[in-house]
């Protein structure tokens, strides 16, 4: 736990009564200037703490926070999401999540934050997650499943996470293969996926999510402005993250469940019903190389197939993909 995370748990476990900045500064064992540089930050992040002369610090309240307590609220799932841990900020749920997968964390962990500061994407890029604005969080699934078929669950995701922005908002977004969820062009939605395996089987699927919520434009790094969207830039209405990340892992319960008995076929049509690749007009960067053509479709595997020019038809496993008419 980091100091600040100290500082938080400790003026939420007073429940109202005031903890004096004497107090918290010996127990910490930091400096009092410390203390109140620490609850500055806290109360930048949405927390209102009351300082009350010669007595000390009260919490008065909670923003609205992805908590355990909260989200559990609103859960309906047998297994995902019924083991969850919050962290008010921390580098990235990713690699937390990583390394919970490695010591056995169950099927269905759920590793949720308020804010990374070192939020990643493919290919290590930088994920913006701002503080209190999105839902930022990795869950660890352990289907029994041979590795080649990890990919497709960036496929799941995409659909359970469509479904369920249906569902709570107005907003409907496309699915851009393999791992974005656009609304009206601009990204709302990225997934990452990591692979933990032996040969031939899945130890453990980890799959990074992040949804852009309650931003307004200026909450967005400069360099992103111009291809990121939030639901409430699109709805105009802010959206309660707790229920949404609820209503997230019951859609991906439902259908991670329904991967493992029947493949990937019967969400196959879903998937399609909401892409916005297919049809397209494409550039396909790869590690390697660029690839130009239209996307004829995919496979029951998740593959893309992509017509060159010359007629061939080329399958792209994973791809930075570039529509070239919208
Ligand atoms: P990606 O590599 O497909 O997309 C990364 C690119 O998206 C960046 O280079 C940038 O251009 C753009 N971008 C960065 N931040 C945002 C944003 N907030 N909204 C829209 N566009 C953005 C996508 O990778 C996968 C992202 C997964 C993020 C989750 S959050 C929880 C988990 N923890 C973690 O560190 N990553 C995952």
Known sequence: MSMKEKILSQLINANGEPISGQKLANELNISRTMIWKHLKSIEEDGYVIEA?????YILQSIPDIVSQERITSYLETKSIGR???????????????SEKA???????????TEQQTAGRGRLERPW????????WMSVIIRPEISPQFAAQFTLVSAVAITLAIEDLTDCSPAIKWPNDLLINGKKVTGILTELQADMDRVQAIIIGIGVNVNQDLEAFDESIQSIATSLKMESGQEVNRAELVAKILFYLEKYADMYVENGFEPIKLLWESYNCTIGKR???NMLRETVEGVAMGITNDGVLELKLDNGEIRG?????IHLMNK
């Open 52 to 56: 009350i002369k010669k007595k000390g």
């Open 83 to 97: 083991n969850i841990a919050y962290y008010p900020v921390c580098e990235s749920t990713q690699t937390i999540a």
């Open 102 to 112: 490695s010591e056995q964390a169950p099927h269905g962990t759920v590793i949720i």
């Open 128 to 135: 913006d997650s701002s503080a209190n604005k999105g839902i």
């Open 282 to 284: 494409i550039r396909a």
């Open 316 to 320: 792209i496993y994973s791809a930075d």
